[in-house]
């Protein structure tokens, strides 16, 4: 089946600082890609939706300018939060969609931030 | 009131018992539906799709009743591996196809 990574699986950073998550589609062109976030014991939300080339469209409530995003390429989105706080702590779980199967979507192994 | 609505559980069942989990969804749009499974601190993976006939794949049934806005999920004969969080999901019309998840209901199969 179809493989998304994520990388880096785990990342501690200092409050202020900037992290940037790296989500690709290892043997598919991923025309979509979604980034998550997931809080303990809550359910996945949804941040936005980014196509190649184009601009991501952001969820209600999700800041475009804390969460930058990137598809700048058909199998790499990347996802950067932008002065860390620890309320940004989280689950990032990126997904993508596209190949032969355009309507399923793969999930990448998730992202966790501490911010401390 | 949340989109997609499920009993958070746990639910602790012995081995070779029979579990059903239920789901609302509030969005009459809904388009298609799903059943994921996520085990601790990993990523969501899909377990099957609902269809409105109702389908089965081994152990696992799904059911899917629209007038109604409720999906189901029974698992036959639990295994010890079968200890996850279930997550609803269903994908509305009209909006990208984006997924909403529900919560999750845990699952713990005990000796």
């Known amino acids: 089946g179809a493989v998304v990574s994520q990388h880096p699986s785990w990342v501690i950073c200092k409050s202020g600082t900037s992290v940037k998550i790296e989500c690709r589609s290892l043997?598919?062109?991923?025309?979509?890609m979604f980034w998550y976030r997931q809080f303990p014991k809550q359910s996945l939300m949804l941040m936005a939706t980014?196509?190649?080339?184009?601009?991501?469209?952001?969820e209600q409530g999700v800041e475009k300018d804390k969460f930058l995003i990137n598809h700048a390429s058909l199998t790499l989105s990347t996802l950067t939060v932008t002065s860390a706080h620890p309320e940004d702590s989280s689950f990032y779980i990126c997904?993508?969609?596209?190949?032969?199967?355009?309507?399923?979507?793969?999930f990448g192994p998730g992202t966790r931030l501490t911010v401390l | 009131r949340k989109e997609v609505e499920q009993d958070p559980g746990p639910f602790n069942v012995p081995e070779g018992a029979t579990v059903a989990f239920n789901c609302t969804y509030s969005n009459s749009a809904s388009q298609s539906f799903f059943w994921y499974r996520q085990d601790c601190r990993k990523e969501p993976k899909l377990l099957m799709s609902?269809?409105?006939s109702g389908n089965e794949d081994g152990r696992f049934t799904a059911q899917l009743n629209r007038a109604s806005q409720y999906i189901s999920l029974l698992i036959r004969d639990s295994k010890l591996s079968d200890s996850a969080t279930y997550l609803c999901?269903?994908?509305?019309?009209?909006?990208?196809?984006?997924?909403?998840f529900g919560t999750g209901t845990r699952l713990q199969v005990t000796l």
């Open positions: 609902v269809y409105s």
């Open positions: 043997d598919f062109q991923a025309t979509t």
């Open positions: 997904s993508a969609r596209g190949g032969s199967n355009r309507d399923t979507q793969y």
């Open positions: 980014s196509n190649e080339g184009s601009k991501a469209t952001y």
């Open positions: 999901v269903v994908r509305y019309t009209g909006t990208a196809s984006k997924l909403t």
